[in-house]
């Protein structure tokens, strides 16, 4: 049976946004490469859709956006964040948002999700919020592994082999969780 991961991520646009898009886009690559190195998961990366993107496409971004109908058909999501002092991304919240009432319908309850963001650690201002907003979703919260003497979550050193290793520890913990 195969486990169907979704490495989820927020790009914003404008000249100050291009190093936090870059370094988010980066480490979901990065968990994506992570996530792939389990035998029998399958991996898709994409993006949340900026709520103005009518108005102004982000003809920048790699990943096709992605929509709340596709959620169901995964086991799990990791959700990379991109922060601007010390806030998430408008579109991430936005999207959050709008889970609130497909979680009350039960399409996203018993789901895995992780974070990352492109700035700091666990204590980011930014995810700390998160946690209590997934869990009243349903949502299943994988934290990131202590695998280095790098503080778990940071942007400093997550571009790279830690960022694989998080793709890599959710995609077992979802593995272990299908059988």
């Avoid at 859709?49 to 990943?63: C, I, K, M, N, V």
């Amino acid at each position: 049976m195969t486990t169907r991961l979704l490495v989820l991520y927020g790009s914003m646009y404008g000249k100050q946004a291009a190093e936090a898009n870059a370094l988010v886009a980066a480490m979901a690559d990065a968990a994506a490469e992570g996530a792939r190195s389990v035998e029998g998961v399958e991996v898709v990366v994409k993006r949340v859709a900026d709520p103005l993107e009518e108005d102004a496409p982000d003809r920048t971004a790699a990943a096709p956006a992605v929509s709340f109908a596709e959620l169901q058909g995964f086991d799990a999501v990791i959700l990379g964040i991109p922060t601007r002092y010390g806030n998430m991304a408008v579109q991430i919240q936005d999207f959050l948002r709008q889970m609130s009432g497909h979680g009350r319908q039960g399409e996203v309850v018993g789901r895995l999700v992780s974070v990352f963001t492109n700035s700091g650690g666990w204590g980011d201002p930014a995810i700390l919020p998160l946690f209590p907003m997934l869990l009243s979703r349903g949502l299943l919260v994988v934290g990131w592994p202590y695998s280095s003497t790098a503080d778990p979550g940071s942007a400093s050193t997550q571009a790279g082999a830690e960022a694989r290793a998080h793709g890599r520890q959710v995609a077992e913990v979802a593995q272990r969780l299908r059988r």
